[in-house]
């Protein structure tokens, strides 16, 4: 997913907008992020939602986030290792 900083935050962190997501998200953001700037995120789908169109990614800074299926900018399979 991309989405764009709105907010650089005191504590390092950016406010960032993602399409189909109601609500800012808080990341730790590539050095010398400022607002307006992209940011990808990435994560690992864990439910879907055929009807709503809508995924829900865990993104790998830690949080859970359900957006629409347009908002997913890249997807790959990922198989599990056999151990």
Do not use: E, F
């Amino acid at each position: 997913m991309t989405g764009t900083v709105s907010t650089m935050l005191p504590s390092g962190r950016a406010k960032v907008n993602i399409p189909s997501y109601d609500r800012p998200y808080s990341v730790d953001p590539p050095p010398k992020t400022r607002a307006g700037d992209k940011v990808v995120l990435v994560g690992d789908i864990i439910r879907i939602d055929r009807k709503a169109d809508k995924l829900t990614v865990r993104t790998d800074c830690g949080g859970v986030i359900t957006v629409g299926r347009s908002a997913i900018t890249r997807l790959r399979k990922h198989r599990p290792s056999s151990h």
